[in-house]
């Protein structure tokens, strides 16, 4: 099983946004000749927001790193998994979305653990 960068999606318009972002990780693909390398789960609308999970497969994003090279590492964050984000925070923000991301296991730990 290979290992995946889980991003929560919080938007106001689930079939926009997904289809942006599934647009972005489509052409990601394309750019690294990776196949397969990411899942769009379906969304929980709760308080006129939609939430979702983009999972990544971390050989994907490792393609693009080697690819952009010093640009990758140029980007905000510490760790493959944060300049990731950024990336694609960077692409879907360039569409004028409604959205924010965030790693996912982050959003479930806190200093007192995880619950």
């Not at 647009?23 to 006129?48: K, N, Q, R």
């Not at 979305?97 to 479930?108: G, T, W």
Request: aromatic share 10%; with cysteine; proline share 1%.
């Amino acid at each position: 099983m290979q290992e995946r960068i889980n991003i929560n999606v919080s938007a106001i318009d689930y079939d926009k946004t997904s289809k942006e972002i599934k647009s972005t990780l489509s052409l990601l693909e394309e750019m690294v000749h990776g196949e397969d390398g990411f899942i769009i789960t379906d969304s929980e609308f709760v308080f006129g927001w939609h939430f979702y999970v983009v999972c990544v497969n971390k050989n994907l994003v490792q393609k693009l790193a080697e690819q952009i090279g010093p640009d990758f590492e140029k980007l905000k964050g510490r760790g493959l998994e944060k300049k990731f984000l950024t990336w694609l925070t960077k692409k879907v923000e360039k569409k004028n979305l409604k959205v924010k991301l965030a790693i996912k296991e982050e959003m479930e730990s806190s200093k007192y653990g995880i619950f």
